[in-house]
């Protein structure tokens, strides 16, 4: 256990430090998200009041929108040199694979939302009522929720040729459960003061979070299998 | 010791390996050769673990090897077509990031010593994309070398390689094996089957059809002649 | 080997034409017309048929995609990605005659009820498995990784339903219990004797397809092989 999580971080640190060096996925990320932002402007005048009422589902949007491109990078960039078997005759546990690849992309989504949603509510002038400590927590058990299931697909998908159009077809279905408690969380946290309202749609995405974090953790090695 | 036995594997409905068996002692040097779709490489990739026979049993000094054991990754080093590094990183760092995941003591120790021995020192903090074939074959053999492997697994190493690069394989080859390391080779380059390997394996539909000692006198027209006779099996 | 098969299908056979006409005739000329609705009414017997075989075909996928990770057989691949192509009839069919349904009784064609949504999420986690199964590569391979996904999405369709029923109620949970637009209220007798014997058909119908789809893909992988033999033997 205390290897696996060892070697977890070291592929993690890998990628990061990939990515440090190139900047180029994280940098995608954020200029994407920044556009999905004033492409939304453009489809919804910020100015007309009624338009507050979407920001909690444009916050999702973005992530995953943003996500999706990093997500498909994760596995894509492991077929270079076949680097993905150097990982796979490597005395590791291929869930560790999975495990390092999960906190990678966690980094790079996390460091986008936290780019992209105080712009959102700038541009859109938002201002939420809600205690922002909530909102963090739901945020970020979103975000693993989504990781979790994203990463997975994603090494999923990198087995086809098409694995960028693939992708979103595999993984926004399975993700419609916690987008809807996602965006109705998020929702009643900037509107209201505390949590006592959200607090079946947290547990809701954290039985979720957990059941699929158990279920893709168990079948990683399946698809690191050769046939 | 390195025994499979009685390996079969079917991938698909086609019949890879049948029935295949090889022993493999340490310090030994043994090549197998064959025509493309032989089965070369899928009996490289079940000997790796990165995928499971059908049917047949692995074992490891005596001991059978089983399915969640990572003993067999451990002990053997595979060097395959593609050199398994990151372009991005320099010589160092993907060094140093196969040293962890191998549990390597004295990383850093080891790594320089090893970039000294194939050759790279003065390119070890240059990002790996710029380099030629060469290069990236020498680093991925130092990547390959790095865990203390008992078992050199080598597919066709030679290929686009320059004489110097070739005679450098050649060299680090023979000295491991002279440390008692075990040496595989698949190749399609007989001059170097014969120079560096003492037993030959010929393979041909999943089955091994010769098996003979080389004697490095002997020059590489008869070695051929005697590939294609039994090839085309008369 | 064959001739039981063969014979269990002509039995199949000679059951399902009339119990499908014996349907129709319990649906349309038997069943007495519905007060509020009408004659509109008559598509809730397809509708909840459907419904209830898109779930069965959906869960015979997740089962034989659990067996296909235990040992992968070809009879078992097969199986899983058969009942995953009559799941998306009739997840379509469902769809269709759930909008009909929803213009008749409520005047629009569409609304978030949570039933019909999971069905459309389900269309399309079917859809997405067959696109796994698209992919090029061994069939061991392809299997293993179509049945990770079914595995996922077999999971999901449970919590789909939940998180969308909870949605519609607006943040009260209702765990047990009917949420808003069951069908008709109360169901008289007759109605209820057609409802059963048209989801039995329908059922019967779905084993049928199972058991046709299964033997054309078992003949045209037979084909395949005996191509691929021939293809081989001309090359050497």
């Known amino acids: ?227 | 010791m390195l025994e499979l036995k009685n390996i079969t594997k079917v991938i698909g409905d086609k019949l890879i390996l049948r029935n295949f068996s090889l022993t493999l002692a340490r310090g030994e040097s043994v090549a197998v050769i064959g025509p493309n779709g032989a089965g070369k490489s899928t009996f490289f990739k079940l000997a790796v673990g990165l995928m499971q026979p059908t049917s047949g049993e692995i074992h490891l000094n005596q001991a059978q090897i089983k399915k969640k054991s990572l003993l067999l990754q451990k002990k053997i080093g595979y060097l395959g077509h593609e050199s398994f590094l990151y372009n991005a990183l320099t010589p160092r760092e993907n060094l140093v990031f196969y040293g962890k995941l191998y549990k390597v003591k004295n990383i850093e120790e080891k790594v320089a010593n090893l970039l000294k021995e194939v050759g790279l020192h003065y390119f070890k903090d240059i990002p790996i994309r710029s380099f030629s074939r060469g290069m990236m074959q020498r680093l991925a053999i130092a990547r390959v070398l790095l865990a203390d492997p008992e078992y050199l697994f080598l597919d066709e190493p030679h290929t686009g390689l320059d004489q110097e690069a070739v005679s450098l394989l050649n060299r680090l080859i023979e000295e491991r094996q002279r440390e008692g390391i075990g040496i595989l080779l698949i190749s399609h380059d007989f001059e170097q089957v014969v120079s560096v390997c003492e037993r030959v394996l010929v393979l041909n539909k999943g089955r091994i059809i010769e098996e003979r000692q080389i004697d490095s006198e002997e020059g590489l027209m008869p070695f051929k002649n005697w590939y294609e006779a039994v090839v085309s099996g008369k | 080997m064959k001739q039981p098969s063969m014979l269990m299908d002509r039995v199949m056979y000679a059951l399902l034409v009339p119990a499908m006409f014996i349907s129709l005739y319990l649906i349309f000329i038997w069943s007495p017309i519905e007060k509020q609705m009408g004659a509109s009414q008559k598509i809730f017997y397809f509708h909840v048929g459907t419904a209830w075989v898109a779930f069965l075909a959906f869960f015979v996928v997740g089962y034989y995609c659990v067996l296909t990770l235990k040992k992968p057989t070809e009879s078992r691949f097969i199986n899983a990605g058969i009942s995953a192509e009559i799941g998306v009839i009739f997840t379509t069919i469902t769809l269709i005659s759930g909008m009909i349904w929803g213009k008749s009784a409520w005047n629009t064609w569409w609304t978030w009820e949570p039933r019909l949504v999971t069905v459309l999420i389900l269309l399309f986690i079917y859809i997405a498995y067959l696109f796994i199964r698209k992919m090029d590569g061994a069939w061991e391979r392809i299997a293993k990784l179509s049945a990770v996904f079914g595995i996922i999405g077999c999971i999901n369709v449970p919590i789909v339903f939940m998180a969308i029923r909870w949605w519609n109620t607006k943040l009260h949970p209702v765990v047990f219990g009917e949420g808003k637009n069951q069908s008709g209220g109360g169901v008289e007798p007759e109605m209820l004797l057609t409802l059963l014997f048209s989801l039995g058909t329908i059922t019967l119908l779905y084993v049928f397809l199972m058991r046709k789809g299964i033997e054309i893909e078992k003949m045209r992988l037979t084909v395949k092989k005996a191509k691929s033999k021939v293809i081989e033997k001309l090359a050497s």
Not at chain 1, 162 to 181: K, W
């Open chain 1, 1 to 227: 256990m205390k290897t696996l999580l060892a070697d977890a971080l070291t592929i993690a640190g890998k990628d990061l430090r990939n990515e440090w060096k190139s900047k180029q996925t994280i940098g995608m990320m954020i200029i994407f998200s920044s556009l999905v932002i004033l492409i939304f402007s453009f489809a919804f005048d910020p100015t007309n009041n009624t338009v507050k009422a979407i920001i909690p589902g444009l916050i999702w949007v973005i992530t995953i929108f943003a996500g999706l491109l990093g997500l498909n990078r994760s596995f894509i960039a492991e077929n270079e040199n076949d680097s993905l078997t150097g990982l796979k005759v490597a005395p590791i546990d291929p869930s560790s694979i999975f495990l390092g690849k999960v906190l990678t992309n966690l980094v790079l989504v996390t460091t986008v939302q936290i780019i992209s949603i105080p712009m959102l509510f700038l541009l859109f002038d938002y201002r939420f009522h809600g205690q922002i400590i909530w909102f963090l927590l739901i945020v970020l058990i979103a975000t693993i929720g989504f990781i979790v299931i994203g990463t997975f697909l994603a090494a999923l998908a990198a087995n086809a040729k098409n694995s960028e159009m693939l992708l979103p077809v595999l993984l926004l279905p399975l993700l419609s459960p916690l987008m809807i408690a996602a965006v109705q969380a998020t929702r009643i946290v900037l509107e209201q003061e505390g949590i006592a309202d959200a607090i079946s749609w947290l547990q809701l995405m954290v039985g979720y979070d957990l059941l699929f974090f158990a279920a893709c953790f168990f079948l990683f090695e399946f698809l690191m299998e050769g046939s």
